[in-house]
């Protein structure tokens, strides 16, 4: 027998101790000092966090998805109702703001930590504040990687990816916020968690060999008159077309580009999935308005998704990076298996 072949038990006990001991390394109590490079900065925890303050819904659900909910002070910037399950905890928590909250509010709250969940709010030209103004007064950030991984948030209104988001920076963001609290256990076990939901949901979608299915997904409108915000290549509904083998008939690396609705007339999805939100920044927040619109207008209401009702509406804040990404893959593969191409 090949001595490389007699190798082989030993190498592959060796990988396994190796791949134990990290995943047993990353479950530890957390070593104060600890810093972590977060979005171009490094950032140093002395001890963990007892007072956080949350610019952005994705951030908020986050931390109550890992038990940190008694040390969440104060909420901002949310799109849609928090999760059935941390209504309870929700309820206590005072909301700084529906939309963006002034600086001096935030710093109100006497933070230990501010956890954003867009740039724009809290970052080099923050319409909240920079992290500088926050960290001369003592007071540690971190956004989640999601919205700094792979993406220049320079360009475009909300920024342009380089590579497709995927789940791994969502899951790093969860890790991350888990050992800053001093649970890595926690982080751990949330997403091996989602982790296995979202296997499944691509699993079930792959098994259904729709064959080419196209979709567009539409987020708002600055007015119901102008080209739509809609998904481009590279996001978040991008990932879960691409995971769930469907076709994105937006070819923009923008997060969320403006595209005219004859342009996505002659592309002529066979999907159209549209956002449903509380916030009411843009006329066309309101899903009604947009249902209303899809049915009235000359050019959107000729496209096959719109006579053949193959309309999704999906939560809002799931299009954008959080811990509802999942849980929108597992609606879209249950949409899929009920969706019906003989028309159209």
Same mark, same amino acid.
């Given at each position: 027998?090949?001595?490389?072949?007699?190798?082989?038990?030993?190498?592959?006990?060796?990988?396994?101790?190796?791949?134990?001991?990290?995943?047993?390394?990353?479950?530890?109590?957390?070593?104060?000092?600890?810093?972590?490079?977060?979005?171009?900065?490094?950032?140093?925890?002395?001890?963990?966090?007892?007072?956080?303050?949350?610019?952005?819904?994705?951030?908020?659900?986050?931390?109550?998805?890992?038990?940190?909910?008694?040390?969440?002070?104060?909420?901002?910037?949310?799109?849609?109702?928090?999760?059935?399950?941390?209504?309870?905890?929700?309820?206590?928590?005072?909301?700084?703001?529906?939309?963006?909250?002034?600086?001096?509010?935030?710093?109100?709250?006497?933070?230990?930590?501010?956890?954003?969940?867009?740039?724009?709010?809290?970052?080099?030209?923050?319409?909240?504040?920079?992290?500088?103004?926050?960290?001369?007064?003592?007071?540690?950030?971190?956004?989640?990687?999601?919205?700094?991984?792979?993406?220049?948030?320079?360009?475009?209104?909300?920024?342009?990816?380089?590579?497709?988001?995927?789940?791994?920076?969502?899951?790093?963001?969860?890790?991350?916020?888990?050992?800053?609290?001093?649970?890595?256990? $926690?982080? &751990?076990? =949330?997403? !091996? #968690? *989602?982790?296995?939901?979202?296997?499944?949901?691509?699993?079930?979608?792959?098994?259904?060999?729709?064959?080419?299915?196209?979709?567009?997904?539409?987020?708002?409108?600055?007015?119901?008159?102008?080209?739509?915000?809609?998904?481009?290549?590279?996001?978040?509904?991008?990932?879960?077309?691409?995971?769930?083998?469907?076709?994105?008939?937006?070819?923009?690396?923008?997060?969320?580009?403006?595209?005219?609705?004859?342009?996505?007339?002659?592309?002529?999805?066979?999907?159209?999935?549209?956002?449903?939100?509380?916030?009411?920044?843009?006329?066309?927040?309101?899903?009604?308005?947009?249902?209303?619109?899809?049915?009235?207008?000359?050019?959107?209401?000729?496209?096959?998704?719109?006579?053949?009702?193959?309309?999704?509406?999906?939560?809002?804040?799931?299009?954008?990076?959080?811990?509802?990404?999942?849980? $929108?893959? &597992?609606? =879209?593969? !249950? #949409? *899929?298996?009920?969706?019906?191409?003989?028309?159209?």
């Amino acid at each position: 027998m090949r001595r490389d072949l007699l190798m082989l038990p030993r190498f592959i006990a060796i990988a396994t101790f190796g791949v134990l001991a990290a995943v047993s390394a990353s479950s530890q109590a957390t070593t104060y000092p600890l810093t972590l490079e977060n979005c171009g900065r490094e950032v140093t925890f002395d001890a963990a966090p007892q007072r956080d303050v949350t610019v952005g819904q994705a951030a908020t659900e986050i931390l109550y998805a890992l038990g940190f909910a008694d040390r969440v002070v104060g909420t901002s910037v949310w799109f849609n109702p928090v999760l059935d399950e941390f209504e309870a905890v929700n309820e206590g928590i005072e909301r700084l703001a529906d939309n963006d909250p002034s600086f001096e509010s935030v710093v109100a709250k006497r933070p230990d930590l501010v956890a954003i969940q867009y740039e724009w709010h809290v970052g080099p030209e923050g319409i909240v504040g920079t992290r500088d103004m926050f960290h001369d007064l003592g007071v540690a950030t971190y956004v989640l990687p999601t919205d700094c991984v792979n993406k220049d948030n320079s360009v475009g209104v909300d920024g342009t990816r380089s590579a497709m988001f995927d789940t791994d920076a969502l899951y790093r963001g969860i890790r991350e916020l888990a050992r800053v609290h001093d649970a890595p256990k $926690a982080g &751990e076990k =949330l997403v !091996d #968690e *989602l982790r296995a939901r979202e296997t499944a949901a691509i699993e079930k979608s792959r098994s259904l060999d729709l064959g080419d299915v196209s979709a567009v997904f539409w987020f708002s409108s600055a007015e119901m008159d102008v080209d739509p915000y809609v998904a481009g290549r590279k996001g978040v509904p991008a990932y879960m077309m691409e995971q769930l083998g469907i076709r994105n008939v937006i070819e923009s690396d923008e997060e969320w580009p403006t595209v005219g609705w004859e342009t996505i007339a002659q592309a002529n999805p066979d999907l159209i999935v549209i956002a449903e939100m509380d916030r009411r920044r843009f006329p066309a927040d309101d899903v009604e308005k947009k249902l209303e619109f899809l049915r009235t207008d000359p050019v959107a209401s000729q496209l096959d998704a719109v006579k053949h009702d193959r309309i999704v509406v999906m939560d809002a804040h799931a299009m954008d990076p959080s811990i509802r990404n999942v849980g $929108a893959l &597992e609606r =879209l593969a !249950d #949409e *899929l298996e009920t969706l019906d191409l003989s028309d159209g």
